[in-house]
């Protein structure tokens, strides 16, 4: 049986979350559903891509991931269901899937046109469930939606390059639950810019000369535990997802704090990347 995935701002307070497992139980009993997260902030489109875009891949192929973050329909925000790296995502056509689809191209994309067989003001609950559980059963796209090419893209979602590329101007797309602060700058994009070329870091008035292959890297092991006073040290490191990720060492939003309160960084502040104009020695490359 196939795995139904839900990504969601729905919260835990209400009752939309169990109302839409409850609806997937009636029509599939033995269904596998799985949380990704109902935590997203209301309508952010931009965070939910960047959760499901970090989620898919760490599930079997043929999994279906239902997404409900600015679902309601009209006639700017169309319903589509995707096939997309053996993997079906069903969504609104807000953006919300720019993301994966920059990177890999789907292999089919419908726009959902069932709406008039079903009444609702609760389409995750109504329409994507009903779609989920058709492919599910091993239904096909072509049955629920018209072929489309195109998905709405989100704007300014690419970082900026100069014209002579000695500079990125990327934003802050997404703050985690440590308060670590996430950019849309990807290190194989980073990599193709810099071409060995030393670089500073700038977020606000904080700069950073060196990316980390991982947050422990900033601890000097070497100097006993109780004289380091390592928590609370910024850091820059490449996430398990690649993107560029500006951080406090062990951050605590509710003691250490985190980068974006630390730092006083928010989503979508600016942060840039300049290079100089010559390379860096061969020995410094090790710093990322």
Same mark, same amino acid.
């Given at each position: 049986? %196939? +795995?139904?995935?839900?990504?969601?701002?729905? =919260?835990?307070?209400?009752?939309?979350?169990?109302?839409?497992?409850?609806?997937?139980?009636?029509?599939?009993? /033995?269904?596998?559903?799985?949380?990704?997260?109902?935590?997203?902030?209301?309508? *952010?489109?931009?965070?939910?891509? &960047? !959760? !499901?875009? *970090?989620?898919?891949?760490?599930?079997?192929? =043929?999994? $279906?991931?239902?997404?409900? $973050?600015?679902?309601?329909?009209?006639?700017?925000?169309?319903?589509? %269901?995707?096939?997309?790296?053996?993997?079906?995502?069903?969504?609104? #056509?807000? =953006?919300?899937?720019?993301?994966?689809? %920059? @990177? !890999?191209?789907?292999?089919?994309?419908?726009?959902? #046109?069932?709406?008039?067989?079903?009444?609702?003001?609760?389409?995750?609950?109504?329409?994507?469930?009903?779609? %989920?559980?058709?492919?599910?059963?091993?239904?096909?796209?072509?049955?629920?939606?018209?072929?489309?090419? @195109?998905?709405?893209? !989100?704007?300014?979602?690419?970082?900026?390059? *100069?014209?002579?590329?000695?500079?990125?101007?990327?934003?802050?797309? &997404? $703050? /985690?639950? &440590? =308060?670590?602060?996430?950019?849309? $700058?990807?290190?194989?994009?980073?990599?193709?810019?810099?071409?060995?070329?030393?670089? @500073?870091?700038?977020?606000?008035?904080?700069?950073?000369?060196?990316?980390?292959?991982?947050?422990? /890297?900033?601890? *000097?092991?070497d100097i006993p535990e109780e004289k380091r006073h390592d928590e609370g040290k910024g850091l820059v490191v490449f996430n398990s997802g690649g993107f560029l990720e500006i951080a406090i060492y062990k951050s605590n939003t509710t003691t250490t704090g985190g980068a974006s309160t630390l730092m006083g960084l928010d989503l979508m502040d600016s942060v840039s990347v300049n290079f100089s104009t010559e390379s +860096?020695?061969?020995?410094?490359?090790?710093?990322?």
């Amino acid at each position: 049986m %196939a +795995i139904i995935t839900l990504t969601t701002d729905f =919260g835990e307070k209400d009752h939309f979350v169990g109302a839409t497992k409850g609806a997937i139980y009636c029509e599939l009993p /033995d269904i596998r559903i799985v949380d990704i997260s109902h935590s997203v902030s209301p309508f *952010n489109i931009l965070e939910a891509g &960047y !959760i !499901i875009q *970090n989620a898919y891949r760490s599930f079997p192929k =043929g999994t $279906i991931h239902l997404i409900g $973050i600015d679902s309601e329909i009209n006639k700017e925000n169309k319903h589509i %269901a995707i096939k997309l790296d053996d993997h079906y995502f069903i969504c609104a #056509n807000n =953006g919300i899937l720019s993301m994966i689809c %920059a @990177e !890999i191209v789907p292999e089919k994309i419908v726009e959902i #046109n069932i709406h008039d067989k079903i009444h609702t003001s609760f389409p995750v609950l109504d329409i994507f469930v009903k779609v %989920a559980c058709h492919i599910a059963r091993g239904g096909t796209l072509d049955v629920v939606g018209k072929t489309i090419t @195109e998905i709405k893209p !989100i704007k300014n979602i690419k970082p900026f390059v *100069n014209d002579d590329k000695t500079q990125i101007v990327g934003s802050a797309i &997404y $703050i /985690d639950n &440590y =308060g670590n602060v996430i950019t849309n $700058i990807k290190k194989s994009f980073f990599e193709t810019i810099q071409k060995g070329r030393a670089f @500073e870091i700038s977020a606000r008035s904080h700069k950073f000369k060196k990316i980390y292959h991982k947050y422990s /890297d900033i601890v *000097n092991f070497d100097i006993p535990e109780e004289k380091r006073h390592d928590e609370g040290k910024g850091l820059v490191v490449f996430n398990s997802g690649g993107f560029l990720e500006i951080a406090i060492y062990k951050s605590n939003t509710t003691t250490t704090g985190g980068a974006s309160t630390l730092m006083g960084l928010d989503l979508m502040d600016s942060v840039s990347v300049n290079f100089s104009t010559e390379s +860096i020695l061969p020995k410094e490359l090790d710093d990322f």
